[in-house]
């Protein structure tokens, strides 16, 4: 089992950047796959990147290839979400997630363990 703390959100305008962080728990973190999704309101949540379990592989969604990047620290037990070029689009709840499924998918049933979520906003 692992806990997951997500936070560095906050308010930028348009074209500015943030960096999201998660802190997991527990001495098997390098065994998840780790991954951000984001909820706007009114919207179901929604896949924003993934990486596995040595960093080596990482897909994205469409909507953020080019402008997100997410990375991992296994031996501080930490994954980041550098966010560039931001947009009012990009507005959400951001939820840092683990999950212990054999393959790097984008998709929330791959997750078990989610962060409690950090909130950025992007003003035009």
């Known amino acids: 089992q692992v806990q997951l703390g997500d936070s560095g959100g906050g308010s930028v305008q348009t074209g500015g950047s943030l960096r999201l962080s998660c802190a997991a728990s527990?001495?098997?973190?390098?065994?998840?796959?780790m991954g951000w999704f984001r909820q706007a309101p009114g919207k179901e949540r929604q896949f924003v990147a993934a990486?596995?379990?040595?960093?080596?592989?990482?897909i994205y969604a469409d909507s953020v290839k080019g402008r997100f990047t997410i990375s991992r620290d296994n031996s501080k037990n930490m994954v980041y979400l550098q966010m560039n070029s931001l947009k009012p689009e990009d507005t959400a709840v951001y939820y840092c997630?683990?999950?212990?499924?054999?393959?790097?998918?984008?998709?929330?049933?791959?997750?078990?363990?989610w962060g409690q979520g950090t909130q950025v906003t992007v003003s035009s």
């Open positions: 997630a683990a999950g212990a499924g054999r393959y790097l998918l984008p998709t929330r049933a791959e997750f078990e363990y």
């Open positions: 527990g001495r098997t973190f390098s065994s998840y796959i």
């Open positions: 990486i596995s379990r040595n960093g080596r592989a990482t």
